[in-house]
């Protein structure tokens, strides 16, 4: 496999020009020519199913955490009757790692609505929300600046661009709840309910908000669609790795020296990521483990990392995934029992307890990590910690059960010698 | 306590209830303006948002529970929310909640007796390239804490002075 040139990658998402956030900035860059394009050139986009198949030709693996194909997801909504429709994104980034929406939100605003809108045409939608979670107060008011100088250029309301479509782009503030990503969770909460998931099916395309087809995106994904739309599925998929293409929003936070949010393609290799982009460990340390995506994603430690790139095919060779691509760098002096333990309670907390394996199960992965963290440990709690994991997984409402076992079942294996000697003396056969 | 709404939160309540094709909607939107107006939302304020919206109290009182952020009780003048989360734990996130607790002179989950500060431990807030950090009664992030820094922030609130929002650059990018 060619590497990728990452060091000659010119940012398109979050690029070098100043006061882009700006819609007359944003126009004189080429803005809303793509959303002109599909609503206004008919010869090009003879209908709206032709805007669907060319976004499903570019392969944006939603980056929402589940890498699903944004255009295949887009088919799968039902033939318009002409009842309402909706198109709900995702700015909720609540998963521990992740912080990069928010730089769309600050940076191009503007950007993510014309993808938002070329999306809502192309299914037919006629309102959209965008969720954010409540404690990014002022990414809320930039992104409700952005929309109403969108309904005032015309992008948004009626008649857009005297193309006759119609639709409407509403802000939704969310009030401290990470289950509320989940993506039913996220339809309840916009209904003013609690955040409960919904069982599925069925599938919101189905029946998502009152009842009505919708579609789920995160806010990322569709800051993607844009650029395929003026430049092509193929220039979309020659960014990066053959199967994990475009670029990427690396989120890189922990023990190095630049942590911060960076625009590169796909498929770079982690350590690159490390000590090239965010510029190498702090102190000079060494390197101990990386969670690549968010704190769900499976952690690797630093001797596995040889060769492996930020994309699903090769680090699923390590059994780990591209997640929300949230990379959280972690050095030598690291306490994994620790860290593990917050993680731990961080899923307990969250979960919001309509399955007893997920209600009980976070519960008793915090108390025993709790009980090794605080001296008290027997090597048979790691055993019994694995086995809580099994018993989790698969069984539940919504992934957040999975999302809290795999970092437990990922950090024991790989760690398991860290916390064996944590484990009481006594049982672990130390002189 | 007997809560009212002025005339320009009804109007906002109005605007916001033609977002959505039903009022249930409205819920968390409302308890925002009503937390924005009286600075918690205790069951009496649940109950004046449960009447405005023509709502079943159990269901707002259900939704207001569900969410951390609404302030179910009165609270101190300045919520001082510390991340300890992932990237933060990793950051020193703890050090800075220990040091707030003795500098404050209490545990999480209080308030301080002059009503000043309330003090909290809180999950993930989106801001791990920066850690460690805090939020300010739902408003303002405070990045890259030091002890310094946290002397510095407890002297301008008591001041009655806000912090102002932190840009943070792109680090690739030069211009802005
Ligand atoms: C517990 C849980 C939390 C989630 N949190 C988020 C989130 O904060 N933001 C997000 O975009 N997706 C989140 N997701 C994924 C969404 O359910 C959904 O897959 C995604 O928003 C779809 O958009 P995409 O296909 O564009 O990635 C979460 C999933 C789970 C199970
Ligand atoms: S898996 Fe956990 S968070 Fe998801 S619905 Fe069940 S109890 Fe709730
Ligand atoms: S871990 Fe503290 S902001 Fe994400």
């Not at chain 1, 940076?107 to 609505?113: Q, T």
């Not at chain 1, 002022?138 to 969108?150: E, F, R």
């Not at chain 2, 991340?83 to 020193?92: P, V």
């Not at chain 2, 009503?115 to 405070?142: H, I, R, S």
Request: proline residues 5%.
């Amino acid at each position: 496999m060619s590497s990728v040139d990452w060091k000659n990658y010119e940012p398109v998402i979050i690029p070098d020009i100043k006061d882009l956030h700006k819609i007359d900035v944003y126009k004189k860059n080429g803005g809303y020519n793509g959303l002109k394009s599909v609503l206004t050139d008919k010869k090009k986009w003879p209908e709206q199913k032709s805007v669907i198949d060319e976004v499903k030709a570019a392969n944006i693996r939603g980056r929402g955490g589940a890498g699903f194909n944004a255009g295949l997801k887009w088919s799968f909504m039902p033939p318009a009757d002409g009842g309402p429709r909706y198109l709900a994104c995702n700015g909720d980034e609540s998963e521990p790692g992740t912080f990069k929406d928010r730089k769309i939100f600050e940076y191009n605003p503007h950007l993510f609505i014309e993808g938002a809108l070329i999306a809502a045409y192309a299914m037919q939608v006629t309102t959209i929300y965008v969720y954010i979670r409540g404690e990014y107060k002022d990414y809320i008011d930039m992104m409700q600046n952005a929309i109403d100088d969108a309904y005032e250029g015309g992008y948004i309301g009626k008649d857009i661009l005297g193309s006759g479509y119609d639709c409407d782009f509403y802000v939704h503030s969310g009030a401290g709840a990470y289950i509320c990503g989940e993506e039913t969770s996220m339809l309840e909460s916009l209904e003013g309910k609690r955040g409960y998931p919904r069982v599925k099916p069925p599938f919101p395309a189905q029946k998502g908000l009152w009842g009505r087809p919708t579609t789920i995106n995160n806010v990322e994904t569709l800051a993607h669609v844009p650029g395929v739309i003026k430049n092509g599925a193929e220039w979309f998929s020659n960014i990066g790795a053959a199967n994990h293409p475009g670029p990427i929003l690396y989120g890189i936070s922990g023990h190095v020296n630049k942590p911060g949010v960076y625009e590169l393609p796909s498929g770079i290799p982690v350590l690159d990521l490390i000590d090239k982009v965010a510029g190498g460990m702090r102190n000079g340390k060494k390197l101990k483990a990386v969670i690549p995506g968010g704190s769900s994603t499976p952690i690797l430690r630093a001797d596995m990392l040889d060769g492996i790139t930020m994309d699903s095919d090769s680090l699923r060779t390590v059994g780990t995934m591209m997640g929300t691509a949230g990379m959280v760098v972690m050095d030598e002096d690291t306490d994994m029992v620790d860290m593990l333990w917050r993680i731990a309670h961080f899923y307990h907390h969250e979960s919001c307890g309509q399955c007893t394996p997920c209600r009980e199960g976070t519960g008793w992965l915090e108390k025993v990590l709790l009980k090794i963290k605080n001296g008290n440990g027997e090597i048979k709690d790691l055993d019994l910690l694995l086995d809580i994991t099994t018993q989790m997984e698969g069984r539940t409402i919504c992934a957040l059960a999975d999302a809290a076992a795999w970092p437990v079942r990922n950090t024991i294996n790989r760690f398991r010698d860290e916390f064996e000697a944590r484990c009481k003396k006594s049982v672990h056969a130390v002189a | 306590m007997a809560y009212e709404f002025t005339k320009e939160d009804l109007e906002e309540i109005e605007k916001i209830k033609a977002k959505y094709p039903e009022v249930m909607p409205a819920t968390l939107p409302v308890l925002w303006v009503a937390q924005k107006r009286f600075g918690h939302v205790d069951p009496d304020v649940q109950k004046l948002v449960a009447d405005t919206l023509d709502l079943p109290h159990s269901h707002v009182h259900g939704v207001a529970s569900f969410y951390t952020q609404y302030y179910k009780e009165e609270k101190g003048k300045h919520v001082l929310d510390v991340c300890t989360c992932l990237s933060c734990q990793l950051c020193g996130g703890y050090d800075i909640l220990h040091y707030l607790e003795e500098k404050l002179g209490v545990q999480k989950g209080e308030t301080t007796e002059d009503g000043m500060f309330t003090l909290n431990e809180v999950e993930c807030l989106g801001a791990c390239g920066y850690a460690p950090m805090l939020q300010v009664t739902n408003d303002k992030y405070v990045n890259h804490l030091t002890k310094e820094k946290v002397d510095e922030l407890i002297e301008m609130l008591k001041d009655g002075k806000s912090p102002e929002y932190e840009k943070i650059g792109m680090p690739q990018r030069e211009n802005i």
